[in-house]
């Protein structure tokens, strides 16, 4: 997440990881603001997807470590289960679907053989956004009391039979803004920092094409008036 992004090499799958994410921290933060215009049972889905995050954020570290084979016969398997297992702890499977997307995305490094740069760049953003998750769910556990509700209010919970709904019980399901507000941080902060790099890299890279452009227009105004004093 938080590495050097080369914008020649990889750059279709970075912005198909990227855009995912995009995608995600629009969709928490206007449940989080305007969870009346959604089906109730999002914020559910969203909620146990930060869950299943935990176990997931592991996914490209040993995709892109292990042995090939190692990866197709013992984690790919292992990681279906986990996602055959979040299928049935969500209640509209939409946000399931466009989550194994991005998992598959991750897992890409078991499929194909790729250089050792770009497996190393791979492993230090799978170990960067695991150290992430890490760091913002202690911080939105420890520090729930000061995440802003905005629409998730207990009233409007209770109001749109929100805990009738639910499958399961604890910190992430009966307050969502919980999740909620980590996942948007989750998602969103990778995607701004990509953009910043991008545009940092496209820059340069401008920059470097025209290196002598004021040079090269000395010396042709500098010929042209030596041709007219001859003249």
Known sequence: MFANINF?????FSFIEYGFQAYYATVFLMVWMHPEEHDVSLINDLAVLMAFEFIMVHSGVFMAVMPKKLSLLVFFPMYGLFAYGFNHSVVNTNIFYIYLLTVLNRMRFAFSDVSPEIRAIQIGKSVAKAMFYFFLIFAVAFGNAL??????TEDFLEKSHYFDTVKSSGLFIEKPYVPICMGFIYY???????????????????????PDGKLIFSRTTTTYNQKSKSS
Do not use: A, E, M, Q
């Open 8 to 12: 020649h090499k990889n750059s279709p």
């Open 188 to 210: 969103s902060l990778p995607v701004l920092y990509f953009i910043y790099r991008t545009i940092k890299n496209f820059g340069r890279h401008n920059n470097d094409s025209f």
């Open 147 to 152: 995440i802003p509700k905005f629409g998730l």
